[in-house]
Antibody, heavy 119, light 108 residues
Framework: QVTLKESGPALVKPTQTLTLTCTFSGFSLRSTGMRVSWIRQPPGRALEWLARIDWDDDKQYNTSLKTRLTISKDTSKNQVVLIMTNMDPLDTATYYC???????????WGQGTLVTVSS | EIVMTQSPATLSVSPGEGATLSCRAS??????LAWYQQKPGQAPRLLIY???TRATGIPARFSGSGSGTEFTLTISSLQSEDFAVYYCQQYNNWPSLTFGGGTKVEIK
């Protein structure tokens, strides 16, 4: 059974750095073809893909946010970490992690974690 | 970046009726398109991938079609649990992944 769960602070101040952790089970990021994405959704708005990390440690970022994002993995802990710098109130959103399986689509999602950026 | 445009933004449908949702890509994405369903307070759920292949456990009343730049999600007979927001997502322009703006299917 594949599960993913996001964790991190619910509230951050403007200009601070956000660190989110995705802890997963039921698959391994050592397995060829496995990938994990981070996706966010501002309240009442659409989904936005942020970043992805692959089994071979390849990393890709949304070009408009690339300078602020860092994604990494700890395969021994089955975790993927997303760091976003210089947080702004416009970054207020629910942040999801999701697995990309062999079909190259997001087939399993975490429940999401709401991050509010406010002073 | 490939822009995904969904229409209509909101679709009002009576239970038991069919619904047709559209998704247009700004350039050809062949058949590299997925559809997701999202209910309030929940994470999205994969419905369709490769434009027309239903994901595991998805009922047959959901079907996808299209290729190139024009795609359609059809729900043949809406059940109460189908009222939700639907998103399309392209994965042809790898590694950049883009979602559409969503279509809300509401009870008429």
């Amino acid at each position: 059974q594949v599960t993913l769960k996001e964790s991190g602070p619910a509230l951050v101040k403007p200009t601070q750095t956000l660190t989110l952790t995705c802890t997963f089970s039921g698959f391994s990021l050592r397995s060829t073809g496995m990938r994990v994405s981070w996706i966010r959704q501002p309240p009442g708005r659409a989904l936005e893909w942020l970043a992805r990390i692959d089994w071979d440690d390849d990393k890709q970022y949304n070009t408009s946010l690339k300078t602020r994002l860092t994604i990494s993995k700890d395969t021994s802990k089955n975790q993927v970490v997303l760091i976003m710098t210089n947080m702004d109130p416009l970054d207020t959103a629910t942040y999801y992690c999701a697995r990309i399986g062999q079909q190259l689509v997001h087939d399993y999602w975490g429940q999401g974690t709401l991050v509010t950026v406010s002073s | 970046e490939i822009v995904m445009t969904q229409s209509p933004a909101t679709l009002s449908v009576s239970p038991g009726e069919g619904a047709t949702l559209s998704c247009r890509a700004s350039q050809s994405i062949i058949s590299n398109l997925a559809w997701y369903q999202q209910k309030p307070g929940q994470a999205p759920r994969l419905l369709i991938y490769d434009a027309s292949t239903r994901a595991t456990g998805i009922p047959a009343r959901f079907s996808g079609s299209g290729s190139g730049t024009e795609f359609t999600l059809t729900i043949s007979s809406l059940q109460s649990e189908d009222f939700a927001v639907y998103y399309c997502q392209q994965y042809n322009n790898w590694p950049s992944l883009t979602f559409g703006g969503g279509t809300k299917v509401e009870i008429k």
